[in-house]
Each structure stands twice: as structure tokens, then as C-alpha cells.
């Protein structure tokens, strides 16, 4: 199926099998520090990469967040339009652009709705593609750029669900959010800033008053609403 223009496609991603390694190692050195630990990111592949590798190969859910001082993550309350994003929960992303994006928007200091979406498509043959994105925001809060460093945490997925499977058309839809109705300690966080976002003029602006009909679009797989 051929998605409007304003799904993103995720960015070639070249990790060799040595970064690869490398990593596993570091992951495997995070689970077991018994802390949450600040990275000391070294690496010459963008840290995008990096989490896009763990989440992907590993299953490591992620959080993005303008806080760089959480030590556990309690569940509360969320607006969503969506019935499994409107509960009391721990929320976090299975895909490492999206948790990116919510770190590096400061929603603190701009007044800011957000239209935004991660997906998969499953065919009737049971082939999974790549990720897909939109990301959009107010437009007046684009027009201020509204970025901040942020972090992203790395959580185990032990206590996490996944969001259901959609169905559109004869293909299966995967959203990688999950929630958990407990409290979560990370393993680690990353600090990043805005210039770690491959997408960051890729965002779109929207009208604040027609949120439904962007999300409706995004559904329906229409156009983006003049």
C-alpha cells in the first residue's frame, strides 16, 4: 500500500557487525548496574541508531522526556483520543525516533497540541515494513521552534503491553506504544538534543481546532487537511 507523502519513512539505518557488538555489550553493562546510568555516548553512529538497534533487536522500550532526573516512572493519567493512550499508565515508545521526538519538544514552555504516529504495515503474507511516521504540531509553536536537550530512558518491557494490532484493508496495522499499570524503574538515559532528530524539518504544522481531522486523515490514509 502507497501512504501520502507525509509518512516518513525511517532512514537507512548501517550499524557493522562490530558496533553491533559494541552495543550488545553496553546494554547488557546498563541491566546490570543496578542504577540509572547516564550514557556516555562515544559512538560515531547517530544516537538514533542506537536506539532504534536496542528497541528493534532487543526489545528495550523507550521514553522520551525533558526531565534528565527521573529515577522511576509512576503511572498517571493521559488525554488521547485513542482508549488504550487514555489510560493510567507508564507510557513508552517501542520505536527509537518516536521516543526521540517527545524528548527534544518542550511541551513545558510552548503551548502545544501534537498529531503524531508511529506504524507498521503486516501484509496478508505476513511481511512487516519498515516504520512509518508523522510528525506534526501547532503551527504557531513551529514557527517558535519549540526544542529542548531531552532524554531518552531505556525501560525493561517486563511489566509493559503492547498497544492491539489495527486492521486497514487487508493489512494489519502495528503501533508500537506500550503501557504499564506499574512503576518502572529505567536501566539508563540518554541525553539528546534537537540536531539528534533526523526528522526535525520533516514536522508538520497543524490547526489546533481540527486535531480530529488529522487523525482522522492518518486513518483513512487521505491527505494531509489543507
Known amino acids: 500500500m502507497e501512504l501520502p507523502d507525509y509518512w516518513l519513512q525511517r532512514p537507512k539505518i548501517n550499524i557493522d557487525a562490530r558496533t553491533s557488538s559494541d552495543f550488545d555489550r553496553l546494554l547488557e553493562n546498563l541491566k546490570t548496574a543496578g542504577k540509572v546510568t547516564n550514557i556516555d555516548y562515544t559512538f560515531a553512529i547517530p544516537k538514533w541508531q542506537f536506539l532504534c538497534y536496542i528497541s528493534d533487536k532487543h526489545g528495550v522500550v523507550l521514553h522520551g522526556t525533558g526531565d534528565l532526573n527521573i529515577q522511576v516512572f509512576k503511572p498517571r493519567k493521559s488525554i488521547d483520543l485513542n482508549e488504550f493512550g487514555a489510560q493510567t499508565a507508564v507510557y513508552a515508545a517501542g520505536d527509537g525516533l518516536w521516543a526521540l521526538f517527545f524528548a527534544i519538544l518542550d511541551r513545558e514552555h510552548y503551548s502545544i497540541t501534537t498529531s503524531n504516529a508511529c506504524i507498521r504495515l503486516v501484509n496478508e503474507a505476513g511481511i512487516v515494513s519498515e516504520p512509518r511516521y508523522v510528525f506534526s504540531i501547532s503551527h504557531n509553536a513551529l514557527a517558535q521552534k519549540p526544542w529542548r536537550v531531552g532524554a531518552v530512558y531505556l525501560l525493561p518491557n517486563k511489566t509493559f503491553i503492547h498497544q492491539p494490532s489495527l486492521r486497514f484493508g487487508e493489512l494489519t496495522v502495528l503501533v508500537p506504544q506500550l503501557a504499564s499499570l506499574e512503576a518502572v524503574k529505567p536501566y539508563a538515559r540518554l541525553e539528546v538534543t534537537p540536531d539528534d532528530f533526523p526528522f526535525l524539518g520533516d514536522i508538520r504544522g497543524l490547526d489546533d481546532a481540527r ?11 487521505a491527505p494531509w487537511p489543507n
Open 211 to 221: 486535531l480530529q481531522e488529522y487523525g482522522q486523515a492518518m486513518q483513512d490514509g
